[in-house]
T-cell receptor
């Protein structure tokens, strides 16, 4: 199936730990994103990345860092996890220059920091 | 900067009722407009889109028309079903084709009662 897949689906961890969420797309898209959805369902972009540039939302703490080993993958690393990081994180992808065709989202990773 | 405003929920309707969810936007240039739907416990699915003024997007009985003069993209459905219960997000993407991603509204929780 062509899709954006992210793992794990659920992640429960203690404060202070470091964790990663993986994202892969097989759609041939060249731009990938991470979004955070808070408890009120509000969606906010954290990062966008293609092979030319990384755009970081200035409100994202530097404990969060994206890592892209290749065009089909954009992983999210989080250091020193805090309670406020608990949220659902969505990966997405698109084709630059063809954004009118829409963005494809993964099914989300629910992160719970205890 | 870009912004999307949509009516706050929850919106509760009876089955077969007419649905309107209002959405207005602020953007530079000529954005593409989208409605995404999030069913309980799931990720975001593209419901419909419109890329230029007066375009009408439609899918699964839902419709929305891109109104540049009123900067609006209201979602409508003539007869809702219980299965339409979900959170609906209006969103925009800059037409420049850059990697800025989507700007979302805060979401409208729709509850359809039998």
């Amino acid at each position: 199936d062509t899709a954006v897949s992210q793992t794990p689906k659920y992640l429960v961890t203690q404060m202070g730990n470091d964790k990663s969420i993986k994202c892969e797309q097989n759609l041939g898209h060249d731009t990938m994103y991470w979004y955070k959805q808070d408890s009120k369902k509000f969606l906010k972009i954290m990062f966008s990345y293609n092979n030319k540039e990384l755009i970081i939302n200035e409100t994202v703490p530097n404990r969060f860092s994206p890592k892209s080993p290749d065009k089909a993958h954009l992983n999210l690393h989080i250091n020193s996890l805090e309670l406020g990081d608990s949220a659902v994180y969505f990966c997405a992808s698109s084709l630059q220059g063809a954004v009118s065709y829409g963005y494809t989202f993964g099914s989300g990773t629910r992160l719970t920091v205890v | 900067g870009n912004s999307v405003t949509q009516m706050e929920g929850p919106v509760t309707l009876s089955e077969e009722a007419f649905l309107t969810i209002n959405c207005t936007y602020t953007a530079t240039g000529y954005p593409s407009l989208f409605w995404y739907v999030q069913y309980p416990g799931e990720g975001l699915q593209l419901l419909l889109k419109a890329t230029k003024a007066d375009d009408k997007g439609s899918n699964k009985g839902f419709e929305a028309t891109y109104r540049k003069e009123t900067t609006s993209f209201h979602l409508e459905k003539g007869s809702v079903q219980v299965s339409d219960s979900a959170v609906y997000f209006c969103a925009l993407s800059d037409s420049g084709g850059g990697a800025d991603g989507l700007t979302f509204g805060k979401g409208t929780h729709l509850i359809i009662q039998p």
